[in-house]
């Protein structure tokens, strides 16, 4: 089973950046695409980014292109998250999993797809907030 352990939020004002990280534990890592999702207070978990399990293509939901970049270290066992000029919207917890098949609506391709057992991390919390 894959695992993911996510880190790096905080309490950040709007216009800020924040790093998340993603550390995976579990067999084939590398084999799969993986995606940061976020749930904001009140709201559905949405999809927000996904890398290849190559990382050479990513993919973002049209509200936060141009303002995240997502990256991921095949030796690191470790997927990445940097945010810029975040926004009051941006405001959640942000967790990750595997994108390939689709997961609530993020799709990357990965050498193989996931078939194994999912279940969501704890999340790490980002709040944007003057």
């Known amino acids: 089973q894959l695992k993911f352990l996510e880190s790096g939020g905080g309490l950040v004002h709007p216009g800020g950046s924040l790093r998340l990280s993603c550390e995976a534990s579990?067999?084939?890592?590398?084999?799969?695409?993986v995606g940061w999702f976020r749930q904001a207070p009140g709201k559905e978990r949405e999809g927000v980014s996904c890398v290849t399990s190559s990382g050479k293509f990513t993919n973002y939901v049209d509200s936060v292109k141009d303002r995240f970049t997502i990256s991921r270290d095949n030796a690191k066992n470790t997927v990445y998250l940097e945010m810029k000029n975040l926004k009051p919207e941006d405001t959640g917890v942000y967790y990750c999993a595997t994108s390939d098949p689709p997961r609530l609506g993020l799709y990357c391709s990965g050498r193989s797809p996931y078939y194994g057992e999912h279940s969501w991390g704890e999340g790490t919390l980002v709040t944007v907030s003057s």
């Open positions: 579990g067999p084939g890592f590398t084999y799969y695409a």
